[in-house]
């Protein structure tokens, strides 16, 4: 009888000790589970930061180049019916000058005032009467203006208000790939959105398991092996 009660004591206390183990491993396991995932939103969080300023830093890059304005504007001819003559007006809306500038026609270039262009400044290029092409002047292609801004950056903007940086090879520049122009006032719009909320960890009620549950059954099953030895003494 007493080597029957020791076996089963002795089973109680093994399948505790396995219930304790379990529970310590299953705990384990949410909470890596939960630090994993904050993480990853903590690395999200900073590639937005990231991303958003280095948008903001592109964006104070393009700024000048992107307050060149380049408009056609066609006059007619007194001389010949039908004929007009067109003129590439170049205006600088920024507040400090940009410098080279050079007018192109289906790649050969303008002859006017080029040079340097202040603030507030507009340069006239002329085109003459056997390059007038009204259904290309219209929409501006075919048009360019290559232009050195403030910060010593090349620029070609084209005539349907595309940007290109240029990059010198010593005897030509090579043009990247086309961006579109900033809005001039920048409201800050994107950094007032806030960033996702954290989620909020799961907690003990939600079926995380506490290594102090386990302690707790741990200690029930050996309050109860204690007893039934004080019961066994008494028989």
């Known amino acids: 009888m007493v080597e029957t009660l020791i076996a089963a004591l002795s089973a109680l206390f093994a399948l505790g000790a396995g ?16 630090t994993d995932a904050r ?21 104070e890059v393009l700024a000048q180049a992107s307050m060149l ?11 010949r019916e039908g004929w007009s003559t067109s003129y590439i007006l ?42 007038d092409c009204s259904s290309v002047l219209e929409d501006g292609r075919d048009v360019s203006v290559d232009f050195t801004d403030a910060a010593g950056i090349r620029w070609r903007r084209e005539g ?13 520049w090579e043009w990247g790939a086309r ?12 950094w007032d ?17 506490k290594p102090s549950c386990a302690w707790g059954v741990l200690i029930g099953l050996l309050a109860l092996a204690l007893l039934v030895t004080a019961l066994l003494r008494n028989v």
């Open 193 to 209: 959105q806030p960033l996702a909320p954290e989620p909020a960890s799961p907690r003990a009620r939600d079926g995380l398991w």
């Open 90 to 131: 170049v205006h600088n809306s920024s507040n400090q000058p940009v410098s080279h500038l050079n007018v192109r026609f289906r790649d050969e270039v303008v002859t006017g005032e080029s040079g340097v262009l202040f603030p507030g400044s507009t340069h006239s290029f002329r085109l003459t009467a056997s390059e």
């Open 39 to 59: 993480q990853q939103r903590i690395d999200q969080r900073e590639r937005t930061v990231s991303q958003r300023e280095a948008a903001a830093e592109r964006r």
């Open 160 to 172: 349907d208000g595309g940007l290109r940086e240029g990059r010198s090879t010593g005897s030509a």
């Open 19 to 34: 219930l304790v183990s379990y529970w310590s491993y299953r705990h384990q396991v949410r909470r890596a589970t939960v």
């Open 69 to 79: 304005d380049v408009t056609i504007r066609r006059v007619p001819s007194s001389l």
């Open 179 to 190: 961006e579109e122009p900033v809005i001039m006032r920048f409201t800050g719009r994107d």
